[in-house]
């Protein structure tokens, strides 16, 4: 029987974070499957670049919020396909507005996709991961899931949800040797956060004790770094990405 390929699955991995994150698991020679929703374009560019630079990359629609589309994708590309090595769960949408005008359905599409997502894959991958006895999980939760912010209830709730899940996923998997981590960014320049004003841009700015908003780039080399052997007695763990923004 062929050998199994080394393989990431990074969700929501054609752009931001998702995107540098690919790179750089890539650059580490796993072969990396990243997800998207729209946009097949961009995603595919992503597979493609990392292909042109001597890598492995393979790109999929995956809607992590739908538990059907979730279970037949790790049935069909992952189960006895590839070794699953790492997860990212970095899918997510926000549905900003406050609380009082907050519809039911902006704060359940968020959690939908952003919590019960990242719930449904790690299961999914926990029970590969399980027989294989190893494997990397790390979660892209929020210094909004920290600290909460106004106007994002939906989207702090579901970042301060993957902690207790990371938590507790942890503690029930480390007799598998796998690992189960999770990366807070703060504030990253994304395609995300390119629609604030100037005004809010600067006020985040000024609560960065760094001076600098991150880049994707500094959250990937903390996902890189909790995915590799490096990594392999750390577990449970929470790891701020975010200029000392908050400790």
Known sequence: MAELVPTALVTGGSRGIGKAVVEALARRGLQ???????????????????IASGGMARAFRLNVGDSAAVTDFFKEEI????????????????????????????FDNVIGVNLRGAFLCLREAAKIMAKQRHGRIVSISSVVGQSGNAGQANYASAKAGLLGLTKSAAKELAGRNITVNAVAPGYIETDMTAGLSED???????????????????????????ASPEAGYITGQVLAVNGGMYC
Do not use: C, H, W
Request: proline share 5%; aromatic share 6%; no cysteine.
């Open 79 to 106: 189960k006895d396909k590839v070794d699953l090595a790492v997860l990212v769960n970095n899918a997510g949408i926000t549905k900003d507005g406050l609380i009082l005008r907050m519809k039911d359905e902006d």
């Open 32 to 50: 990396v499957f990243l997800t998207y929703v729209s946009k097949p374009e961009e995603a595919q560019a992503v597979a493609d670049r990392v």
């Open 200 to 226: 809010v841009r600067k006020a985040f700015a000024a609560q960065i004790p760094l001076g600098r908003p991150g880049s994707p780039e500094d959250v990937a080399a903390a996902v890189a770094f909790l």
